[in-house]
């Protein structure tokens, strides 16, 4: 029998249920994606004027799931997007969790050149 998808391991669950908490606290929306078997993959998306750095939203996450980042320092990814894998601080624990913080717009309160390009080429459509 082959590997299971959609069951979530209950430390991720726990680990995604503090990460909501602490997201929606910060200005952020949070969502898994992913088979949720090796690893857990957690993407954060401003959703407020107010969402705070990406590395303190980290920090926030690690410490109140008891995580450790691998480094402090993210991976850049395409679109801006900054990356971390956080660790199971139990000896030899093979589980991580990805965790990926989209870029926050400088100016909240204007469209981003992309969306500005796409609203521009409907309305000439």
């Not at 299971?4 to 908490?21: M, Q, W």
């Not at 957690?42 to 107010?50: G, N, R, S």
Request: some cysteine.
């Amino acid at each position: 029998m082959g590997e299971h998808y959609g069951i979530i391991d209950p430390d991720y669950a726990r680990v995604f249920t503090k990460a909501r908490v602490i997201a929606w606290q910060k200005g952020y929306a949070i969502m898994m994606h992913g088979s949720f078997t090796r690893d857990l993959d957690l993407i954060a998306v401003p959703w407020t004027d107010a969402a705070c750095e990406p590395e303190h939203l980290m920090r926030r996450i690690a410490d109140a799931a008891d995580l450790k980042a691998v480094s402090d320092e993210p991976g850049h990814k395409p679109h801006g997007r900054l990356a971390w894998t956080l660790l199971f601080q139990s000896f030899g624990d093979p589980r991580f969790i990805d965790l990926s913080v989209m870029p926050r717009n400088p100016n909240p309160h204007t469209p981003a050149s992309g969306a500005l390009k796409i609203e521009e080429a409907d309305r000439d459509a």
